[in-house]
């Protein structure tokens, strides 16, 4: 069966990073490209980042954008969202998905993943 699946989210203090992590198992991400979304309590899911099938076009949404990294190792079928300089306002759980090519809208993803919880606190 085809799955993502998200590790490395957890507990840090305003200011640190966390690296996750969005692994495929039971087909390989070559052709895909990975969006990394999130869900705040009480709010609606919002886009963070995105990175292409080649990994050449990366998309970053205003709030992240200078303290994350999106990146993948086909590899290793993984793509990696590395956050710095964590603020309480990124706590959410945070879901990659998948899809042919090239970044799109929402309704594109074919595969998502269960989520990871990030909280950030003091």
């Known amino acids: 069966q085809r799955q993502l699946v998200e590790s490395g989210g957890g507990l840090v203090q305003p200011g640190g990073s966390l690296r996750l992590s969005c692994a495929a198992s039971g087909f390989t991400l070559q052709f895909y490209a990975i969006g990394w979304f999130r869900q705040a309590p009480g709010k609606e899911r919002e886009g963070v980042s995105c990175?292409?099938?080649?990994?050449?076009?990366?998309n970053y949404a205003d709030p992240v954008k200078g303290r994350f990294t999106i990146s993948r190792d086909n590899a290793q079928n993984t793509v990696y969202l590395q956050m710095n300089s964590l603020k309480p306002g990124d706590t959410a759980v945070y879901f990659c998905a998948a899809q042919p090519f090239n970044c799109g809208n929402y309704q594109s993803y074919e595969y998502w993943g269960q989520g990871t919880q990030v909280t950030v606190s003091s």
């Open positions: 990175i292409s099938s080649s990994g050449h076009s990366t």
